[in-house]
Nanobody, 125 residues
Framework: QVQLVESGGGLVQAGGSLRLSCAASGRTFSILTMGWFRQAPGKEREFVAAISWNGGNTYYAASVKGRFTISRDNAKNTVYLQMNSLKPEDTAVYYC??????????????????WGQGTQVTVSS
């Protein structure tokens, strides 16, 4: 099993920045792809970003490309999501996810084997 714990969420004004972290523990050697998803009130959970096992490849949703950056530090078993130029529509619970699949360029939730509990991000206008 793999456990994922997110941190770094909070309240920020539009145009501001936040950095989310996700620390993995347990059988982390089995993890290849790491990703971030989000769920806004009344909406379905949606893909945000993903990163390959060595950090060399990334994939973003169109809505965040150019504003968000995903990265990982395998020595610390941690993945990050740097969020800049935040907009009110970015308000959501953000979830970290881990996959045993190498297919980082997919937005499908079914690809992911483990999920964190989520961290709230609220962007005020």
């Amino acid at each position: 099993q793999v456990q994922l714990v997110e941190s770094g969420g909070g309240l920020v004004q539009a145009g501001g920045s936040l950095r989310l972290s996700c620390a993995a523990s347990g059988r982390t050697f089995s993890i290849l792809t790491m990703g971030w998803f989000r769920q806004a009130p009344g909406k379905e959970r949606e893909f945000v970003a993903a990163i390959s096992w060595n950090g060399g490849n990334t994939y973003y949703a169109a809505s965040v490309k150019g504003r968000f950056t995903i990265s990982r530090d395998n020595a610390k078993n941690t993945v990050y999501l740097q969020m800049n130029s935040l907009k009110p529509e970015d308000t959501a619970v953000y979830y970290c996810a881990a996959s045993q699949s190498p297919h980082y360029d997919s937005r499908h939730e079914s690809l992911y084997d483990y999920w964190g509990q989520g961290t709230q991000v609220t962007v005020s206008s």
